[in-house]
């Protein structure tokens, strides 16, 4: 049985992560699992994807255009290194944090709590309840979405994030920095990088998105503005490190901050955010850059690229060195124990095994069988298994570049070649190489969220500029331009009206839609 490559449970626990949190009382919005969460599958089965519903009114743009902006603009930025300012403002964060839960340690509520009988589990929840109101941000807690009966004064809200300014002003001078270095060589230490910073990042969002959400229920629609402003910078320095992982975090991040976003815009007297989303970007080569990376996961030394230069005029030593550097970097990926007996015979078998195929690999390129005979074991396997590795992983970086939807069939698809495991090494890149397609498809789905949040403010001035009249399709809209392609699926996307709702149908992993009721508006 294979074993599950440690990239596929890295993107199940960022899943997991993305979680929408349950609103408290004075939020004037529906409740924010009503457009947030997957529709519910027992009542209508023909959305299996999300089922997103807000309503909205009315608005033409504000003066000037970007008075609520988005993004850093480049006249904004100071020389320097984001990442250290990053690092700061985690640690001051930390510090208020723990200072806080240090009060909840103390309290005399939290000792009864703990030597309690908590054989069902209550006591450990009331435990939550108890940090949960010493540091109210539920995108920080996972117990959150239970607190349905905490309650948390304005008061007690605006003294946390008055307490955490602090944090807040390092984070916006860090979105002003001119680049972002995080330091980590994946070159240098192969499998065994450490990735500090994406735990951090990932905690700062968190914090930002409780801020903008504190804001926008309480009308501090500027303040929001640039609480988000600073989230997406977060999201597209991570995003820019040439890390698969650090796609998929920084994809993550996005979807946080553009979760705010939508709320702001379903606020009734919501500025029109056509002419700012206008202005956002995604980095859009973080996935080639991710993905010519990650191939140095395949080894832990940086001289084995090397080796893919000319494979075949390899010397017996630089084959023997190739081969164990791969071989043990795929041993230690699926968490074989270096002193069993496995990692053990492993190279062995693997040399076994390949042998057959590097030998007929030599034979069509004219060798006779007394040359191959007469050649180290490693010096018939090792070019085979790097020219292996090369094409399959050269097939999945020009195929992340390929439009979406694209159905050539010059190249393979990556589930096509995931499907077919006719070699040894086809089973080596099964449970090495990363799915081209998951990465791809949630950095493409900050794309699409940004999308239908532009063709969402567009209905909305449409609306404003035709007295209330919803647009019959998206091409009526001819004030501004909208896309009409969803950038996920590269097919248009669905469009029809009933009554004041405007019905976008679009993919999401699997069919799913977008609900738009425009308030005062009609057909």
Known sequence: ?????????????????????????????????SYRAPYDKSNDDAFKGQHVKITVTPATFPYPLLKYRLHTFSAEFESGNAAPLYQQAYMEFTRIQSERMETVYKSKEYVELKLADDSEGAMRLEIEKLKFKAFPIPALNGEASKMTDVSITPEQEAAMYQNLDCVFR??????????????????????????????????????????????????????????????????????????????LVGS??????????????????????????TQVYFPGNAVQNGMQNELAFLWSKKETYKGFDNIDTLSADECRMYFDDVIDSFLIWVNVNPESNTYKFSKP?????????????????????SEIEAMPVHQV??????????????????????????????????????????????????????????????????????????????????????????????????????????????????????GNTVLIDYTNNDKSRLEITVKGSEK
């Open 349 to 369: 078998v693997f040399c076994t095994l390949l042998y057959p195929f590097a030998r007929d690999r030599l034979l069509q390129k004219g060798m006779s069988e």
């Open 170 to 247: 390092i984070l916006e001078r860090a979105s002003r920095q001119s680049y972002c270095d995080w330091s980590d060589r994946i070159q240098y230490h192969g499998i065994a990088t450490l990735l500090r910073y994406i735990d951090e990042a990932r905690t700062l969002a968190r914090y930002l998105q409780g801020k903008a959400n504190w804001e926008i229920r309480n009308g501090k629609y500027d303040d929001a503005v640039k609480t988000i402003r600073v989230g997406f910078m977060i999201g597209n320095h991570v995003e820019q490190d040439p890390f698969l992982i650090s796609t």
């Open 1 to 33: 049985m294979k074993q599950l490559p440690l990239f596929i449970m890295i993107v199940a626990l960022l899943a997991a992560s993305v979680r929408a949190n349950e609103p408290q009382e004075e939020i004037r919005l529906p409740a924010r699992e």
């Open 252 to 277: 993550n991040i996005h979807g946080m901050i553009l979760f705010e976003l939508r709320t702001l815009e379903s606020q009734p007297d919501a500025p029109n955010l056509y002419p700012a989303l």
């Open 381 to 498: 396997v090792t070019p085979y298994l790097l020219e292996k590795i090369k094409g399959k992983y050269d097939n999945l970086i020009v195929l992340s570049s390929f439009p979406s939807g694209a159905t050539h069939t010059a190249i393979s698809a990556d589930d096509l070649f995931f499907s077919g495991i006719k070699t040894p090494v086809d089973f080596f890149l099964y449970n090495v190489l990363p799915s081209s397609y998951m990465v791809r498809s949630a950095f493409l789905r900050q794309k699409q969220t940004c999308e239908l949040m532009k063709i969402t403010e567009a209905i909305r001035y449409y609306a404003a500029a035709h007295d209330g009249k919803l647009p019959e399709s998206l091409d009526a809209i001819k004030e501004v331009p909208v896309t009409t392609i969803d950038p996920l699926s590269g097919q248009p996307f669905g469009y029809s009206i009933e």
